[in-house]
């Protein structure tokens, strides 16, 4: 490749200041690169991102929001001191997320696959199309597992990310959010996943627990059929409370 033909930023940078964007409350993408770029030059790869201080940060946005101290910028020092260490690649963003559990297919009978929409820990917290990852956990009435955390960076180059998105947890099932878009939500349902909307979040683990409740006490159609109960049972075992309660979520 030419030099003049070389993208501003590497891949890898890329990557990094795009998540911490979103570690930062306030901060775009955009935002955040224009900043980069005129305290590191036009063109940033990862040596460069190292030169990173929360000093810079600080100063960066006071400056472009006109705060000469820095102090109300929308922006905390701890989020700020988390985006200098995801920038220097020293991490993901999270240091509080949950372990990932074995499974093999087959050892929880009855079971079904959530995905967990999720920008801190192990919590609902993110909205469909801007969530950090997604947390997948194998769910049966009487046992829960999580088997895997999808981190969602590379949407961020897809022609379609909320496409993307939904192509990342197409072997789930079920899909809790905080919130989603009408267009997203076709999206998810076309990959056979029905999306749950909780507003307010919560620990996943609570979650879940509630969506057991659902599996062992009332399951609504949709369910039954996830779990291969024939059609005419779905109606005749279904309370139609158990539904509502499920969908207020």
């Not at 789930?172 to 076309?190: D, L, M, N, Q």
């Amino acid at each position: 490749m030419e030099e003049a033909d070389k993208p501003p930023i590497t891949r890898e940078a890329a990557l990094r200041v795009a998540l911490a964007a979103r570690a930062m409350p306030n901060a775009t993408l955009p935002r955040l690169l224009e900043l980069l770029q005129r305290g590191l030059g036009h063109e940033i790869d990862e040596e460069k991102l190292r030169q990173v201080t929360v000093t810079l940060l600080k100063t960066g946005f006071a400056s472009a929001d006109g705060e000469e101290d820095g102090e109300d910028i929308g922006i905390g020092l701890e989020a700020m001191k988390l985006a200098v260490r995801i920038l220097w690649g020293e991490t993901q963003g999270d240091d509080s997320l949950p372990r990932i559990e074995a499974y093999e297919a087959g050892e929880m009978p009855g079971s079904v696959r959530v995905a967990i929409a999720s920008d801190k820990g192990d919590t609902l917290s993110g909205h469909f199309g801007s969530c950090l990852r997604f947390l997948v956990y194998q769910v049966s009435p009487t046992a829960v597992r999580l088997v895997d955390i999808r981190d969602t960076m590379d949407a961020e180059f897809a022609p379609d990310k909320n496409l993307w998105r939904a192509q990342l947890i197409g072997d789930c099932h079920v899909c809790y959010v905080v919130s989603i878009g009408g267009p997203a939500a076709a999206k998810v349902i076309r990959a056979d996943i029905y999306p749950i909307k909780v507003p307010d979040g919560g620990p996943a683990l609570e979650i879940i627990a509630q969506f057991q409740q659902a599996m062992a006490n009332s399951p609504p159609p949709w369910l039954l059929k996830i779990l291969g109960v024939a059609a005419e049972k779905r109606l005749r075992n279904y309370n139609a409370q158990g539904e509502e309660a499920l969908a207020e979520e």
